[in-house]
Structure formats: structure tokens, C-alpha cells
């Protein structure tokens, strides 16, 4: 690949057919650094956290009454119900919905905030209210996923600073959530517009803070459940139902977000970690008077502390003692471990390979992470050492191109600037990565291995050939493949698209072909 | 997987015209009504979780999760149980229509699946050592009338392939330009070794066509009943060749191979109503490559093995009975201390069978069908004169 093409491609999301030629490859993904757009037009259209949030909220409450007139109508099931809405009032806390099962959100939501409104809203629709309101949620949070998704793949389309889009892509990946929860499929896009995006020029610490408290990622790695033994709240949960600590979102923070695994963290850690955590939750998705007196009654969607949940004392995190009382508490602990060596070790080598190959070099690694304990991990400075890396401009590609870096690459090689939201979401689908679905909080591997396989690439094929035939004829798959590739096309390349049998044909063939599928 | 040539799905209600085999062409009576059926598994077929040997005293351990399979499953005698997924092949060796062998293998004794899909179809010894297929030089020991092939496949598989002509057939859907754009996409990757790999696997596997699981069974299903109406035209084929792929169980075997073995259980079904009278006159072997490893792997699967088992199905054969060697699955007892070791030559097998079906002497059968070891013994009996 010649410099242009690195900096295009490896660098970038692809060429596009107006893209000038990059005298000085360099300079311009640098300059990108400043050009970049926090929050660009198409995302700033979508609908924001609260809307989507309220929404869920209402259903949320929708099911509540729904559930309750069917216990008055039948109340024999009653007996059937391991907790009760009074049991539930008295906790003061319902834990928000997240049994881990896919899409099984509402498990955990019903009966929020005890019986008192459920006068509100006497009419059921008909049938089965409860499954009607579950499938009209689900529409309503696809819908949302669906837009975000869009605004997401546009922005990649359109955006003057590639580089910097990429950027985003890869710092939402570090912090998956998965749209395997009903609760998370509407707000996983959010946690990138208003978590990530803000933040891919700052600190990395900035970041982290910013993402813990996401209500995505609060829901997501059930930290919004989690209620310190301790607490008032604990205190009167513990005696009632069987709700406590829960270690999830703090496990992930060290083993993923921060420390990575095996870094010599223990369970200790972790716990002491979830106590820290505990009060950090998102407010609105409960309602009445136990939401009131938890403290988590607010706009829906936003980040609240409720100190009442809250495990009172002195915590102790690799060593270390955190003495802050309720919110701040996790907060130091996170800008402990924003800049800690092992988050430095950890961080720059996800990052030297997403841009110098599968294994990393070690040398590139050392200097990144030089910079990012000189800086106190300030990103900028990081993606300056990679510009400058020779490790990340070596002629052959370093990477096989994941589904999402090739849809958007073929995308911009057809010269495509708007896209249907359903036709993003099903290809990605279709080439095995849905987007914010990765299944676990560990996201996407980022290794040829994952990527390379016989049905990936028939299927890329296939896709190809679909894209490819809704493109009119008069574009010259001959002269599109020179202008993507200036002085970087193999002759086979060049030889396949010229003896296509249709420009339809030809195109097909430059989308997959190798110079397509790495970077 | 989408699946380029799972022909079935394009079946309708409509009356099926082969070309060359239309209702006006007359033939001879033939001499016999016999019909012979082979079903290629393809992808190395797990033996030992098709037909488990429950009675070895090694069975539970060497097997762990996968023996859990048969946790209630009918046995068969005091070693072998069957699939539970199996419930028509049960049914048929329970009125004594089904025979299976068990730790037989071709003479392929490597662990590839061309290669060894080549020995199994060319009847040779080794890959690519003979040209042509066991099932057309079978043809051409038939009297003329009966030597009537067709491969319900795309394209005609190697086993079927050699001097008597046969049909193949497989309404096709696809536009032209797909198949050419992958012959292209061939070419575009020649020169890139990571690609071209990749895309052998790929259009590999394409051409293995429908697996067994697909469309939840119907397509197996719907498979047999066009493989039934095919052998009883008046004046149709004898001999049908059934290609099935999806049998590379490398991971989360159980549940892929259960669906698979459903699929299979639900062609043999439909190809027993569809053949009606018939299948009194019919012998279906079931056989693949090789088998798979006998523990299992880091992936809830098996890798590639060595012994594995076939099948003999149908009204003709002389059923309800096991043939086995049994080696054994004891570490000691294991072929390269991994795999299954074979004791019986699937040669044998098929040649005896083949044989006995349409009244060939065995040794002539053998040496037609397998040249490079004709001195395999003969088995008699294994279906009725």
C-alpha cells in the first residue's frame, strides 16, 4: 500500500471517489484531530436520552398496571409471584431489569414503585395487555436503534475526519454494551453520541468516568441493581427480598475497561470495587413513592447517586484506601485506574493492534504507553505517536477488515452518502456484526482470526453483488478502482474488473476485492 | 448458511420433467426391479454419536458430554444404541431393514475431506488414483436397460462419474451471473494465499449443497420424496446418488448433529413412502469420508477422525443386526490414539452388498468397484436374494 493508501484506509474508513489526492497522508489525518466533530448533524437530529428513556419508563409502568389488574382479576396467581408490589414498596427498590437473558428486560421491571397509580390508567387494550406493550417497547427501542444506527453509518459516510470516526468506532467497541437487553436496545447508541464521542479528543480517564455513568451501561452491566448491604435501603431490602451487591459492571471495569484481565486485581478488588459502586444508578425507571424515597426519581435516563443505596465506609482497591463518602468514592477509583500502568499496558496495546497488525509490535506498544503515563493518558497525544509510528505505515495490509470496516468502506467506494437504516442493519447482520451486538461486554475481537472465514467472505461476496447491482451502470468500476487505489491496485485486481462482464459485475469485484478486505 | 444449490426449497407441487427421462421413452422390462441409493455424508460423518457404542466400558468417559445423548436411548443389542433423533431408521431395524457396521473405514487413512471424499467416491486407495466412480463402473455391470443413473445434485459428484452416462438433477434458481461472479472472485483471489484459501473452503462447502438440517428437515425430507418419484418413474433411474453436507461437527456438535441426524432419519422416511412397494426392492447405503475423534474437543466438537460407520437401509436388506468388529475405545485400543479404529473395510461392505443386491458374483462386483483392493473379503448376506 503506498502512504496515501495507509492513511486512507488503514487509517481512515476507506476512500471515497471526491476524496483529493493526500499530497502530505501525515498532515492530514493530524489535522483531523482538530477537525473533529463531537456531534455531527445526523446525531444531533436523533431523539435524546430522556424521550427514549421516558418511553421506557412509561412502559415500564404500562406493565406495572397491567400486571396488577390481572392479579385483581385473577388473584389466585397471586400466590404464584415470589415478591408482591407491597414487598417491593417496602424495599424502597425494585432492581431494574437485567436478568442477563437476551432481550428479557422486563423481567426484573414489573411491580416498580408499589400499587398506587395503578388507577391512572384503568384500560387494557385487549388479549394479552402485557405482551402487547412488551411488543410495542421492543418496536419502539428498535426504532431508536435502528435511527441511531443510521446516524452512526451516515456520519462514517460523510465525515470530513475519517481518522477521528474510526477513532469513535474503536473506544465504543473498548466499552460495549450489548442490544441483547430490551432496556439497552434503545440507549446503546447513546452511550457513543454522549459518553464516547465527547471524549475521544480528552482524557482517557474522562472517558471511563463518563461511560460508567451512562444509564446504557448502568443497565447493561446491572450496576443500577446493585444496592450496598449496608445501606438504608440494604438494610430494609435484606429483610424483604433477596437483593444485594452486584458485581457485574465492577468485574468489567477492571477486567475490560481498565486493568485488563489477569493483572493481578482479585476478588477482593472487584468487590470492593461493587461496594464503591454502589448508589451509582439511573433515575426514572421507577416510579412513587419507593423511587422517591431511593432517590431515583429524576428525569428519566440520567445518572443519579442515591446515597441511600449507597455502602457507607472506607474502601480499599489494589491496595489502595478510598475514603470518599458516597459518589466521589467510585469516582476516585476510577481516576485511579484511568491512569494506572496496567490500564496504560492495556489500553495501547487494543490500540497498536487496531492500527499496526494482529500482534503489536512491542516496541510501538512501549512508546504509547510512555505517552500515556507522561500525559496522564491524554488520547490525543496517543493517536500523535501512532501518525508517527513507522510500525503502523509498513507497505502490506496489517488488518483484515472486520464487516463494519468493510460495509462502510464499500459504502464509500460507491460514493454513498445516505443510507437506509434497515439496509445498515441487516447487512451487518448478515456479515456477523450487528451493530452494539456483540454479545458480551468484551465487544468485537479486533483479530483477522474472527474475521476471515469462509462463509464471512462468501457472504461479503454476496453482499457485494447486491450493492453493486443497485448502482446504475454508468459508473466505470475500471475507473473507480484507480481512483481508490492510486498506484496501489494489483494487476489481478485490475484485470478482473476489466474483464467483468457488466459494470455491475466489475464493481462487485472491487468491493471484494483484496485490496477491499484489508487495510 | 445460505445455501446456492439447497434445490429443494425451489420444488413445488408441479410434476417433475427430467430431461431424457420423460414418460414416452420405453425401456425393456428390466431382468430385476432392484434400486440402489447412495447417501454421501459429507464432512466426516461422527460414527460413534450416530451409533454409540454404550455397551464399551470406555463409552461415557471417552465421550463425556456427548454420551449424554444417549442417556435414553433404546438399545440396540448389549453394545449399540442408536440417536434418539433417529426414530424412522430405529423403526426400520426394528423390522429388520436396517443394518449398520460400525468401525469401517475406506482405505483413506489421512484426515482430509477432499481427499478422502475422493478415495470414497473413486473407490480407489488412494486420492485421485482412479479416475472415475465406484457407482457408474456399478452401472455398467447392469444390464443395459437397468444402468440408469442421476445424481440429485447440481453437477454429477465424482462416485457417480465415469464412461456410462447419467443425469443429474436440481431445479436451479440462480441467476448465471452469481455462479460466474463466484468462478471470478476465484480468479481476483488466485494470487493471495489467505483468500484463496478462504474461498476454497467456501465454494468447497458451497458445492457440498443442502445439509440435512436445513429448513428444519424439510429439505432432507422433501430431498427423499424427489429421490422416491425419480426411482419410480416408469422407465427411471435405478441407482440415485444424494449428496448431504453439514456433518464437519467441529463445534457445539450435539445440537448441529442432532439436527442433522433428524434431517437424515426424515429423508429415509420420504424416500420409504414415496418408493411405496418399491422399497421392498431397494438397498440405501449411508456412508461418509471418515469419522471423528473419539473425545471431544475444546468446542463442544470432534475433529477430524478415522473410523466411522455406514448404513445399509431398506426392504431389500437383510436388517436388524449391527456388523462389527468392535476395537474398543479404550486409550490403548485407539487408532493413533485418537480415533476409532477401523476394523472392517467399508470396501467390503459395499461391494458384498452391491453383490448381493443385484446378483453379481461378488469378487467380479468387488473388482469392478474397487480395483486397487479387490481381494476385500466378501460379506454375504447382507441384503436378500
Known sequence: MTAAAIALNRFGLGARPDQAALDRPQAWLLAQLDRYEPRPAAIAALPPTSTIAGNLSDYLEMQRQNRCQKRDENPGTMADRPQTPQRRRAAGYAPP?????????????????????????????????????????????????????????????????????????FWANHFAVSVDKLVVIGLAGQLEFEAIRPHVMGKFGDMLQAVERHPAMLLYLDQAASIGPNSTGGQIAARRQNAGLNENLAREILELHTLGVRTGYGQGDVTELARALTGWTVAG??????????????????????????????????????????????????????????????????????????????????????????????????????????????????????????SIGAMRALGLREVQPQAVTGLLTQLGQPVWRPGSPAGWDDVAASWAGPDAVMRRVEAAERMAGRISDTLDARARASQLFPAALSDTTAQAIARAESPSQGLALLLVAPESMRR | MLNRRSFVTALGSTAILLPGLGGSMVFAKAATDRRFVFVIQRGAADGLATLAPVGDPAFASQRGVLAEDFAQATKLDSMFALHPALSNISALYASNEALFAHAVASPYRDRSHFDGQNVLETGGSAAYSVKNGWLNR????????????????????????????????????????????????????????????????????????????????????????????????????????????????????????????????????ALKQGLGPLWGNTAVLVATEFGRTVKINGTQGTDHGTGSMAMLLGGAVQGGRVVADWPGLSDAALYEGRDLRPTLELNALIGSAVAGHFGIEGPRAMAALFPESSRARVIDGLVRA
Not at chain 1, 411488543?135 to 475519517?162: E, I, K, N
Not at chain 1, 421507577?286 to 455502602?311: K, M, N, Q, T, Y
Not at chain 2, 457440498?208 to 438440517?213: E, I, P, Q, V
Not at chain 2, 422433501?222 to 453436507?245: D, V
Open chain 1, 97 to 169: 431489569p437485567m436478568s442477563g437473558e437476551p432481550m428479557a428486560g422486563e423481567a426484573g421491571l414489573q411491580d416498580k414503585g408499589g400499587i398506587g397509580a395503578m388507577a391512572e390508567r384503568g384500560t387494557a387494550a385487549p388479549r394479552d395487555p402485557v405482551a402487547q406493550a412488551r411488543r410495542f417497547a421492543r418496536d419502539q427501542a428498535r426504532s431508536y436503534y435502528m435511527g441511531a444506527v443510521a446516524a452512526r453509518a451516515q456520519t462514517a459516510l460523510t465525515s470530513p475526519s475519517p481518522f477521528a470516526e474510526r477513532l469513535v468506532h
Open chain 1, 285 to 406: 425507571l421507577g416510579r412513587g413513592a419507593g423511587a422517591r424515597f431511593v432517590g431515583i426519581d429524576g428525569e428519566p435516563g440520567s445518572f443519579v447517586f442515591a446515597a441511600r443505596l449507597h455502602e457507607p465506609g472506607s474502601r480499599t482497591v489494589l491496595g489502595r484506601p478510598f475514603a470518599q463518602a458516597g459518589e466521589d468514592q467510585a469516582a476516585a477509583v476510577l481516576d485511579f485506574l484511568g491512569t494506572h500502568p496496567a490500564t496504560a499496558r492495556h489500553i495501547t496495546t487494543k490500540l497498536a493492534r487496531h492500527f499496526a497488525g494482529d500482534d503489536p509490535p512491542v516496541a510501538l506498544v512501549a512508546r504509547l504507553e510512555t505517552a500515556f503515563l507522561k500525559t496522564g493518558g491524554d488520547l490525543p497525544s496517543l493517536y500523535r505517536v501512532l501518525v508517527d509510528a513507522p510500525e503502523c505505515w509498513i507497505a502490506p495490509p496489517v488488518k483484515f477488515k472486520n464487516p463494519w470496516e468493510w
Open chain 2, 138 to 269: 456399478m452401472l455398467a455391470l447392469l444390464p443395459r436397460d437397468e444402468a440408469k443413473g442421476i445424481a440429485i445434485a447440481a453437477t454429477v459428484p465424482m462416485a457417480l462419474r465415469g464412461p456410462v452416462e447419467v443425469a443429474s438433477y436440481a431445479p436451479s434458481t440462480l441467476p448465471d451471473a452469481s455462479d460466474d461472479l463466484l468462478t471470478r472472485v476465484a480468479l481476483l483471489y488466485a494470487n493471495d494465499p489467505q483468500l484463496h484459501a478462504v474461498w476454497e473452503q467456501a465454494t468447497a462447502t458451497r458445492m457440498l449443497t443442502s445439509d440435512m438440517a436445513g429448513g428444519a428437515g424439510r429439505n432432507a425430507a422433501a430431498t427423499g420424496a424427489l429421490a422416491a418419484r425419480l426411482l419410480s418413474a416408469p422407465g427411471g433411474a435405478r441407482i440415485a446418488m444424494i449428496e448431504s453436507g453439514g456433518w464437519d461437527t467441529h463445534a457445539q456438535q450435539r445440537g448441529r448433529l442432532a439436527a442433522q441426524l433428524r434431517g437424515l432419519d426424515g429423508m429415509v422416511a
